[in-house]
T-cell receptor
Framework: GQQVMQIPQYQHVQEGEDFTTYCNSS?????IQWYKQRPGGHPVFLIQ?????EVKKQKRLTFQFGEAKKNSSLHITATQTTDVGTYFC??????????FGQGTRLTINP | DTAVSQTPKYLVTQMGNDKSIKCEQN?????MYWYKQDSKKFLKIMFS???????INETVPNRFSPKSPDKAHLNLHINSLELGDSAVYFC????????????FGPGTRLTVT
């Protein structure tokens, strides 16, 4: 079934620095979702990418879906302390089962 | 007006006991899920229900039994708890089956001693 490798597992940055997390699949994906989980919180849906080469922005967050639909990235410009948390990509196996990546835990030095 | 709620938030119990976690969503969604998140933050689906019908049943010990009395509720009963069951359990819902976003509850932290 569909699986994704997410890297890095951990990232520590200074406030104001940029941050990127990547998801890679060996097979072509129908779509990919991104979630954020704050420490002690629950996953919160951020976005879904569907089209090849798609780029979507949400304020300081930029999401990309690769041309071959086998990889995706989430980039945060000028991190703030509110960006702290774990970022997950997730892909569907069939239309029913959402499989999550291992997550990238972002910590920020203020 | 919480969208997806779970009770209890924390559950501390001894090995061998039986416990239940309840979940309710007021979003009018058709599909509900149970996920387990381990200590390494790995999030894995356990079950999903669509309109009270079991759709996904992952390789979960049969000590875990979900029950959906109606499409707004999905409960999880666990028999004979083991140390390895300690985790955070999240309920989630989505509008229907398919490529939709999922809305997660606040989680239930289960600690088995």
């Amino acid at each position: 079934g569909q699986q994704v490798m997410q890297i890095p597992q951990y990232q520590h940055v200074q406030e104001g620095e940029d941050f990127t997390t990547y998801c890679n699949s060996s097979t072509t994906l129908s779509n990919i979702q991104w979630y954020k989980q704050r420490p002690g919180g629950h996953p919160v849906f951020l976005i879904q990418l569907v089209k090849s080469g798609e780029v979507k922005k949400q304020k300081r967050l930029t999401f990309q879906f690769g041309e071959a639909k086998k990889n995706s990235s989430l980039h945060i410009t000028a991190t703030q302390t509110t960006d702290v948390g774990t970022y997950f990509c997730a892909v569907f196996q069939g239309a029913q089962k959402l499989v999550f990546g291992q997550g990238t835990r972002l910590t920020i030095n203020p | 007006d919480t969208a997806v709620s779970q009770t209890p938030k924390y559950l501390v119990t001894q090995m061998g006991n039986d416990k239940s976690i309840k979940c309710e969503q007021n979003l009018g969604h058709d599909t509900m899920y149970w996920y387990k998140q381990d200590s390494k933050k790995f999030l894995k689906i356990m079950f999903s229900y669509n309109n009270k019908e079991l759709i996904i049943n992952e390789t979960v010990p049969n000590r875990f039994s979900p029950k959906s009395p109606d499409k707004a509720h999905l409960n999880l009963h666990i028999n004979s708890l083991e140390l390895g069951d300690s985790a955070v359990y999240f309920c989630a819902s989505s509008p229907r089956l398919g490529f939709y976003e999922q809305y997660f509850g606040p989680g239930t932290r289960l600690t088995v001693t």
